[in-house]
C-alpha cells in the first residue's frame, strides 16, 4: 500500500494540519502520561502522610496511655506510703508508751511480745515492698527500743 491509499486525502494544506493534529495528541498524550504520573506521585505523597499521620496519633494514644497508667501507679503508691506512715506512726506511739512509763520489764516484753510483734508481723505480711528500714519504719528510736527490750535477732528477721 502506497501512502496515497492509506490517506485518501492528499491535499498538503490537509496533511500538513493532519501531522500538527496527530503532533499535538502524541505531545498530548505524553502530557497524559506526565500528569498521570504526577498525580499518581500525588497519590503517593498523600497515602504517605497519612501513614505518619496514623504512626503519630497511634504513638500519641500510646504515650498517653503509658503517661495514665504510670500517673496511677505514682498515686497507688503515694496512697500507700501515706497509710504507710500513719500505720508506722500509729505503731511508733504504741511501741514508745509503755517505755515511757514505769513498767516492769517483764510486762514491756509481755507488752511488745503480745501486741507489738502481731502488728508488725501483720504488715510485714500485707505490705512486704516497704523494707522496715530506717527510712520507712518506726524509726531509730522504736527500732532501738524493740532491740532493747525483744532482742535483736527477732527485729532483724523483719
Known amino acids: 500500500m502506497s501512502a496515497t491509499e492509506a ?17 499535538k495528541m502524541g505531545a498530548d498524550e505524553s502530557f497524559t502520561e506526565y500528569a498521570n504520573d504526577q ?29 495514665l497508667e504510670k500517673h496511677r501507679a505514682h498515686l497507688a503508691q503515694e496512697r500507700v506510703e501515706r497509710w504507710w506512715e500513719k500505720f508506722i506512726g500509729i505503731v ?11 513498767l516492769p520489764d517483764d510486762e514491756r516484753l509481755l507488752i511488745a511480745q503480745n501486741i507489738y510483734l502481731p502488728l508488725l508481723y501483720t504488715a510485714r505480711r500485707y505490705f512486704t515492698f516497704v523494707e522496715i528500714s530506717s527510712s520507712h519504719s518506726l524509726g ?19
Open 140 to 158: 531509730k528510736y522504736g527500732m532501738d527500743c524493740l532491740k532493747r527490750n525483744i532482742g535483736g535477732d527477732e527485729v532483724n528477721s523483719f
Open 92 to 102: 511508733t506511739i504504741a511501741v514508745q508508751f509503755p517505755f515511757s512509763i514505769s
Open 39 to 67: 498525580h499518581t506521585q500525588l497519590q503517593m505523597y498523600i497515602e504517605q502522610c497519612r501513614a505518619h499521620l496514623n504512626i503519630l496519633a497511634e504513638d500519641r494514644q500510646l504515650y498517653r496511655q503509658m503517661y
Open 7 to 23: 490517506n485518501p486525502v492528499t491535499d498538503p494544506e490537509t496533511q500538513s494540519i493532519m501531522e500538527d493534529l496527530i503532533a
